[in-house]
T-cell receptor, first 113, second 110 residues
Framework: DARVTQTPRDKVTEMGQEVTMRCQPI?????VFWYRQTMMQGLELLAY????????DSGMPKDRFSAEMPDATLATLKIQPSEPRDSAVYFC???????????FGNGTRLTVT | EDQVTQSPEALRLQEGESSSLNCSYT??????LFWYRQDPGKGPEFLFT???AGEEKEKERLKATLTKKESFLHITAPKPEDSATYLC???????????FGTGTLLAVQP
């Protein structure tokens, strides 16, 4: 059963440090989405890609967040510098096409102290 | 602005006690309403997609329906393993963003 793989599973870091989260989408999927989940806000869309090209990153704080797809098998989300308010679970999801259902990874739980 | 509202926030049922979860939405030009199930510590798992009013989809004890303003997820004779958070999401408007509601936490007691 094909799955979206996210690493690391958990990350604890101090405020001001750089954080990099990685995602391997399902082979053959050409869309990748990054979401952030908190108890207060639920799932918030941060950015998404189609065929490795960024389509929308309006959900991300531009000054500290960046998302890239260096190749078709890897998507990254970086936070620099990290802040305590960034603490959340970050999910990556992929789909065949923009209208297709998304398949989610199990997330990276980020704690910034 | 596109919006998705789910109710109730939490629901406790006895095993076998059927009920429904609600998802109301505001979107210009619906291009799909999606239901997901999320277990603790896991990512959301896709259940159904509905595209037009009147459409229905079924899977085991779950049945999803869609009107022009809302969707219902009906759970018939639930079992404890149906306990999870159920998320509704819509795609529409001028973008391809998938906007999620905050979910309904379902607990089914044996």
């Amino acid at each position: 059963d094909a799955r979206v793989t996210q690493t690391p599973r958990d990350k604890v870091t101090e405020m001001g440090q750089e954080v990099t989260m990685r995602c391997q989408p399902i082979l053959g999927h050409n869309t990748v989405f990054w979401y952030r989940q908190t108890m207060m806000q639920g799932l918030e869309l941060l950015a998404y890609f189609r065929n490795r090209a960024p389509l929308d990153d309006s959900g991300m704080p531009k000054d500290r967040f960046s998302a890239e797809m260096p190749d078709a098998t890897l998507a990254t989300l970086k936070i620099q510098p990290s802040e305590p308010r960034d603490s959340a679970v970050y999910f990556c999801a992929s789909g065949f096409e923009l209208g297709s259902p998304l398949h989610f990874g199990n997330g990276t739980r980020l704690t910034v102290t | 602005e596109d919006q998705v509202t789910q109710s109730p926030e939490a629901l406790r049922l006895q095993e076998g006690e059927s009920s429904s979860l609600n998802c109301s939405y505001t979107v210009s030009g619906l291009r799909g309403l999606f239901w997901y199930r999320q277990d603790p510590g896991k990512g959301p798992e896709f259940l159904f997609t509905l595209y037009s009013a009147g459409e229905e989809k079924e899977k085991e004890r779950l049945k999803a329906t869609l009107t022009k303003k809302e969707s219902f997820l009906h759970i018939t004779a639930p079992k404890p393993e149906d306990s999870a958070t159920y998320l509704c999401a819509v795609r529409g408007g001028a973008t391809n963003k998938l906007i999620f509601g905050t979910g309904t936490l379902l607990a089914v007691q044996p």
